[in-house]
């Protein structure tokens, strides 16, 4: 019998010292520009460490790839697809010495995460770009995106909750109820990221907040293109109120994940939830200047969360 018979393909293997490579890559992407995601990661032990930096600098390849406004969106669609392709082929064994994907598929095989839901994040990154207005419209032409909360609520799913069910296949679980947990405590860091950006996303032609939402205050698209302050402040106020509820389940979450990742995950909520108070502060002044937390106050959480690592 041919000893080819039955035999499977050799699976690409890197080197020790090339996933090192590939790592320190990754790592100096997020701490370049993850901004407030990167504090979390810095509590958590080497290896989980690592793979959310590859988690997040493919998230960061993509970014770049749906935003760059050089390229237009038909070629961006291609350009994402063939990236995936690259991802795809890496993770079926395929050499590569990209170290982004290198170290990817050391981190989607350690910590057994789900192809689609990378597949999901890298789409995710997508939807904006798909719904975004024709070059000749301008924020006075500004849309409304989203009729109800649900359907709001599906698209931060898409860019926000995916993340959130990567993240814990890195931190670790046992109990299946983590799964929603993370769902939602997505949701709740997209809509403060909503709120904050409202200004910005406005200038874009994006407008998140749901028809329902603005008809209940009695307000219209027309109001985010010079914005009042007092006049938006009830509905800024009440989406703020929404990201509170969920935040309660990321405090549920932290009790589910495995105990080395405990303190990651509380920085990272609690980093978020800080910003949102401090908008509330402001009185939901999100658009005289761009409410953001200091380095010293998030060396302050990452202080708290180094403590309750050795505690």
């Known amino acids: ?58 998230m960061r390849r993509c970014d770049d790839i749906t935003d760059d406004n050089t390229l237009s969106l038909y070629d961006r669609r291609n350009k994402l697809a063939e990236w995936l392709d690259a991802v795809h082929r890496a993770f079926a064994g395929q050499p590569t010495d990209e170290p982004v994907l290198l170290a990817l598929t050391d981190a989607q095989r350690r910590y057994q995460i789900p192809v689609g839901l990378l597949d999901q994040l890298a789409y995710g990154t997508a939807v904006d770009v798909e719904q975004e207005p024709a070059p000749a419209e301008t924020s006075a032409t500004l849309g409304i995106r989203y009729r109800t909360f649900e359907e709001l609520r599906q698209y931060c799913y898409g860019v926000a909750s995916v993340v959130g069910l990567v993240c814990i296949r890195i931190f670790g679980y046992r109990d299946p109820s983590a799964e929603p947990l993370a769902e939602r405590c997505g949701v709740a860091f997209q809509l403060t990221n909503i709120i904050r950006d409202v200004k910005e996303d406005a200038a874009m032609g994006r407008l998140y907040f749901p028809e329902d939402d603005l008809a209940q205050f009695g307000l219209s698209a027309a109001d985010f293109t010079s914005p009042d302050v007092a006049r938006l402040r ?19 979450l932290v009790h589910l994940v495995n105990e080395d990742s405990q303190p990651a995950l509380w920085v990272l909520i609690t980093i978020y939830r800080r910003l949102l108070e401090k908008i509330a502060l402001r009185q939901y002044d999100v658009f005289s200047e761009r409410v953001r937390l200091s380095a010293s106050e998030k060396l302050t959480i990452l202080a708290r969360g180094f403590l309750k690592r050795l505690a």
């Open 234 to 252: 009830p509905l800024l106020a009440m989406e703020a109120d929404r990201a509170r509820d969920f935040y309660g389940s990321g405090e549920e």
């Open 1 to 58: 019998m041919s000893a080819a018979v039955g035999s499977s393909p050799v699976q690409f293997a890197p080197t020790t010292s090339q996933l090192e490579m590939a790592y320190s890559v990754c790592r100096h992407i997020a701490r370049s520009a993850a901004r407030n995601f990167y504090y979390g990661f810095v509590v958590l032990p080497r290896p989980k460490r690592n793979a959310l930096s590859a988690v997040y600098a493919f």
